[in-house]
């Protein structure tokens, strides 16, 4: 893990230089892993998904002995219907905070990016409250990120700089 990381935190952004900082704020919280993937096709357009009100990229938890690699291709799939895809890296890893049933939850979520052909159909995964699957104008994602999650604004920024190293 690089750091300092950034843990989004019921709206305050904590910053931690190293691993003994990071623990000290975790120990009250049940760490929980996720995976998901940043999307394009061909067209330069980025797979996000509607959900609770606000734009987001596919992703969900990783289930036990699986990898992030492997829970991000099958989240995607889940959450959109996109079945044909591939991984080429690991972009980054957030964490935010959040409480489910009184329970305080930091959640790890492995970010890649990854890439497929955008004639397929997309379903979006109703049952998660996923009401849309669109596939955006790259141009066009940091508007859609203006209604979402400031960790997920901040992901895309990270992605934009990287590409342009490239």
């Given at each position: 893990?690089?750091?300092?990381?950034?843990?989004?935190d019921n709206g305050l952004v904590r910053c931690f230089d190293n691993v003994d900082e990071l623990k000290s704020f975790a120990k009250d919280y049940r760490l929980i892993y996720a995976?998901?993937?940043?999307?394009?096709?061909?067209?330069?357009?980025?797979?996000?998904?509607?959900r609770d009100e606000k734009w987001d990229f596919p992703k969900g938890k990783v289930e036990a002995g699986e990898s992030t690699e492997t829970a991000a291709l099958r989240e995607v799939g889940e959450e959109t219907g996109l079945q044909e895809m591939q991984t080429e890296r690991l972009l980054a890893c957030t964490f935010h905070t959040y409480m489910i049933q009184g329970r305080k939850i930091l959640?790890?979520?492995?970010?890649?990016?990854?890439?497929?052909?955008?004639?397929?159909?997309?379903?979006?995964?109703?049952?998660?409250?996923?009401?849309?699957?669109?596939?955006?104008?790259?141009?066009?994602?940091?508007?859609?990120?203006?209604n979402s999650y400031l960790s997920l604004q901040e992901l895309w920024c990270e992605v934009l700089k990287k590409d342009n190293k490239m």
């Open positions: 893990m690089n750091f300092p990381v950034k843990v989004y995976a998901g993937g940043i999307v394009t096709n061909e067209k330069d357009e980025v797979l996000m998904i509607f959640k790890k979520t492995s970010w890649y990016a990854m890439n497929t052909i955008s004639g397929l159909p997309l379903r979006p995964q109703e049952e998660e409250n996923i009401t849309e699957a669109r596939w955006i104008p790259k141009a066009n994602v940091a508007e859609c990120l203006q």
